[in-house]
């Protein structure tokens, strides 16, 4: 098993990337890391080449780079490369904490759609007070979506909460703005009601965005442009929470602070339960390969997440079943 890896990519790179893959090496024993960049500062990170083949780059993808334009300009850039590995079937998968555009224009272009899907998705894990989690889709890898791209998003969605999160029988949502079958635009009545004929997936309905949070479904579905703005507006909401809550603490009586120290361990509790490190990474579904997206600040462990989030993808040919389960609808 390979997992090519973008080394350059992100806010803190390669530190985080490197220590991340320190960290995951520990229990992916059957894994070859590829890690693309500079090898000379990979090497300064890194505590030993078990498992770990170096591949220098010269180039780096910046954010602000156009994505196509990277892409085609900047060969020998860490994500080009990390990306033409899997499509030359070198490695299994690619992971990077780089330029979101890129890594998705890179993807369609080099590792390719799935057959029949005609709009891959971008798919995150985020948390529920329950601990059990959710996967949502699409999160703005498209900004306008049709019915059927709703559709292909939650069998998308479905494969993988069965197959790498082992949830069986996943319950899949729509979002709209009322649960009742009648609420919605023209576009999520009609994904209603195709999803509806559609025995092989445990469809639920409709599912408000207050009741995402609350474990209402292991699939929720939504267009691009209202799938990115609830996963921003959620982040928001927890960083805003956790500030607040510390500084009504720090700022407050002594009562307070003691209050505050009594309930510590509960708050960090909290702050583990709004945190989408153990979550991993953004999986670009509907590729004919693993394709994931770390966030750029992403920490060493939200790194280590990804990876062993991959090795699930991996493991469990996610991607192998959905490209079955789309060429049959040819047949």
């Given amino acids: 098993m390979k997992i090519a890896i973008d080394a350059m990519g992100g806010d803190f ?4 990337i490197v220590k991340g893959v320190n960290l995951a090496k520990k229990e992916l024993s059957d894994v070859t890391f590829q890690l693309y960049g500079d090898a000379t500062k990979i090497r300064e990170f890194l505590d030993n080449e078990v498992n770990v083949e170096i591949i220098a780059t010269s180039e780096v993808i910046d954010f602000h780079d156009d994505p196509v334009t990277a892409i085609k300009a900047k060969k020998d850039s860490s994500l080009v490369r990390a990306v033409t590995a899997v499509k030359k079937g070198e490695a299994d998968a690619v992971l990077s904490a780089g330029s979101t555009g890129a890594l998705l224009t890179a993807g369609l272009l080099l590792v390719k759609r799935i057959k029949q899907v005609s709009r891959p998705a971008l798919m995150s894990t985020l948390p529920t007070v329950d601990g059990r989690g959710f996967d949502m889709l699409d999160l703005g890898a498209n900004t306008e979506n049709t019915a059927q791209h709703l559709v292909d998003f939650a069998v998308l969605g479905s494969y993988y909460a069965e197959n790498v999160r082992g949830i069986e029988k996943p319950r899949v949502a729509l979002i709209s703005n009322g649960s009742e079958e009648s609420k919605g635009s023209p576009t999520v009545k009609e994904a209603h009601e195709l999803l509806v ?16 949070l609350t474990g209402g479904a292991d699939v929720v579905v939504a267009d691009g ?5 609830i996963l921003k507006a959620v982040e928001g909401t927890a960083s805003v929470l956790m500030k607040q809550i510390k500084t009504a603490i720090m700022e407050g009586s002594l009562t307070t602070k003691i209050g505050g120290a009594l309930i510590k361990k509960s ?6 339960l709004m945190s989408t490190d153990a979550a991993g990474g953004a999986a ?23 990876l062993k989030q991959i090795h699930k993808m991996i493991e469990s040919d996610v991607s192998g079943k959905l490209v079955k389960h789309f060429e049959a609808l040819d047949k």
Wanted: charged share 20%.
């Fill in 267 to 272: 708050l960090s509790g909290l702050k583990d």
């Fill in 225 to 229: 442009f209202t799938g990115n703005a």
């Fill in 197 to 212: 004929a559609m025995p092989e997936i445990n469809f639920i309905g409709n599912i408000e965005a207050r009741d995402i």
């Fill in 13 to 16: 790179a390669p530190e985080n």
């Fill in 284 to 306: 670009f579904v509907g590729l004919k390969a693993p394709v994931v997206k770390a966030h750029g600040n992403s920490s060493e462990f939200a790194i280590a997440s990804a």
